[in-house]
């Protein structure tokens, strides 16, 4: 009986609201309807705040950069200070994403939540992400912005903050603000060079990897060969 009872309270509902999902099986839980549901609170005069929810995620989905006040204000029955609630929500995520807190990396998958922004960004950007022994995340660094074949960044210039973290390994990420997930003839040439000036410098390259917005690609997996250490599978 009291197992039944056990089980009567910790079986799944699936019908469950976004809020009660949350606390049950954890925020991953949600797609992302929901979770701009649960940050919308409510709906409009015209809609429920699902159908407000499912408007916003389709107009973000498609968006390449971060929206503006005006923009967002310009989905149907989505408001001033709704608009503003989740532009400040955008605006909060890229900014603790970038925060010191440490992150165990054992797959390129934990590094994107770092580096997420990238793939809004209209210029190419390049960073070096510093790890220490233990493969966190000691900070990450944006070297240069522009195209990276037209501002191609040098061996000194792209390890010396990591030196300054006292890296044991860095991973450099750069994005396609294209959209293209190949990397270029421009994207390989850089990646030797600096997987060779890692070996030299004690310093490995872990990967390289290149963020669009349909997802990523890891050189390290494509290319292992290239790299000192195929840490990634």
């Known amino acids: 009986m009291i197992q039944n009872q056990v089980a009567l309270y910790t079986k799944p509902d699936f019908n469950l609201m976004p809020r009660e999902k949350l606390e ?32 916003l995620s389709e107009f973000l989905s ?20 709704k608009a503003a609630q989740i532009l400040a929500c955008l605006e909060l995520s890229g900014r603790f994403i970038l925060s010191d807190k440490a992150i165990p990396v054992a797959v390129p998958e934990d ?22 022994s233990a493969n966190y995340i000691i900070r990450v660094h944006e070297l240069t912005t522009g195209l990276v074949n037209q501002t191609p960044v ?29 990397p270029s003839p421009e994207d390989m040439s850089i990646t030797r060079v600096l997987c060779a000036s890692g070996k030299i410098l004690q310093i490995p390259v872990l990967d390289h990897i290149i963020i669009g917005k349909s997802g990523f690609t890891s050189l390290c997996r494509l290319y292992p060969e290239i790299f000192e250490q195929a840490f990634f599978k």
């Open 154 to 182: 040098h061996p000194r210039e792209a390890f010396a903050l990591a030196i300054e973290d006292r890296a044991v390994s860095v991973i450099f990420v750069h994005n396609h603000p294209s959209g293209s997930l190949e």
């Open 24 to 55: 049950f099986s954890g925020v991953s839980s949600l797609s992302n309807e929901e979770l701009l549901a649960l940050i919308l609170g409510s709906g409009s005069h015209e809609c429920s705040v699902f159908e407000l929810a499912r408007r």
């Open 111 to 132: 590094v994107l939540s770092r580096v997420a922004y990238m793939k809004y960004e209209s210029q190419e950007h390049l960073v070096v992400i510093s790890l220490n």
């Open 62 to 81: 498609t968006e390449t950069s971060v929206p503006t006040l005006a923009r967002l204000k310009s989905i149907r029955g989505l408001g001033k200070v």
